[in-house]
């Protein structure tokens, strides 16, 4: 603080600061500037801010991981690690996965000469065709839709062995770093999007990129530096406040899927509820989405029933305080063509439940109301 009092009010106030050194807060404050003295370790915000900083410590303690980078938000995450790749480089996906992701990299293959190749990372078939030259696998598990698991460990085993400089990528997103660490399972790369379950408010977006080899992860930070692609301070604020309260919440969707899912199954109006598989290892846990699939005659049928429900808002949130309901055919996988999704497996029939907090028997009674209207409609 300048205090030479020949120095002019205007000039004085300008620079008048508190004792930074003295302030002992118990929650660290937004740090809502973009440059810092030239001697602070954090330098500019687009490289680095204590929000972004402390954020990425609490995220690497449950990921497991050595480093994390947050980003603005998932897509941005998955950006980056694409960056990691060159031209001519093998790039493998699992079939099953969120159709912006889907899009994102088929346009990143054609822009930038990379081969891409989809398979069935869920099951042995798919497994066995991972190609030779393959550089870097993506994956998620649970997957979106229909969550299926993929095995980690086996899918690292596998790329090792036909080429041991292959990248495994987890999207982590809907297991979440509580109930599944793919740093543990195998995976070079963890990473999510935090605007779901790590914001679990519906408020903000975020994303980060957990890994432990110290390298990737400083090619990762460059990249992040000069494409700008770091979260800004007051989203990171936001987040890190929401991880005080994440295993609370988290405890709790596990409790009410289960209990929804304990109520559809048996639905006359459904013809299967797809949960993952918790094999007490890799995943170990499961909660807050489930997906069901609407009997033939009712595929057609998703709005009348969306419109019945009172309790469940519609559109692309989700892992929130309140409940959702949506078609992945027209939300989540819209971006891609109507033969890609059937590719997929994914019909107009397919619905997505994401559960708040509300009492389930709440719930329950409001999706009783929206079936019975349907078959007495
Ligand atoms: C599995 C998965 N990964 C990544 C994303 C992208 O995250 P964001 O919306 O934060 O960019 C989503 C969004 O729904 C998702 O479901």
Redesign the pocket.
Known sequence: MNNDKTCHPETLALHYRIDNSVTRPVATPIYQNSAFSADSPYFYTRKSNPNSVELEGALAILEKAEHVISTT???SA?NLVLQLLHPGDHLVVNKHI?G??YKLFQRHAEQYGLKLSLLDLSCEEGQELIPADVAMIIL?TPT?PFLKTVPIRKIAELAAARNPACLIVV?N??ATPLFQKPLENGAHISLA?A??YISGHSDV???YIAVNDENLAEELRQTRFYTGAILDPHSAWLLRRSLHTFPLRMREHVRVTARLAEFLQPRPEVAKVYLPEVDGEQLRDYGGILFFQLQPELCRRYSEFARALTLFDTGTGMACVSSMVAQPWSG?HASMTTEEKLAMGLDEGLVRLCFGFEKPEDLIADLERAFTSLTSG
Request: aromatic letters at 10%; one cysteine or more; charged letters at 15%.
């Open positions: 938000t998932g897509m998955l969120y912006c992701s998620e979106n999207d997103t809907w999007s605007t779901k977006m975020g994303g989540s």
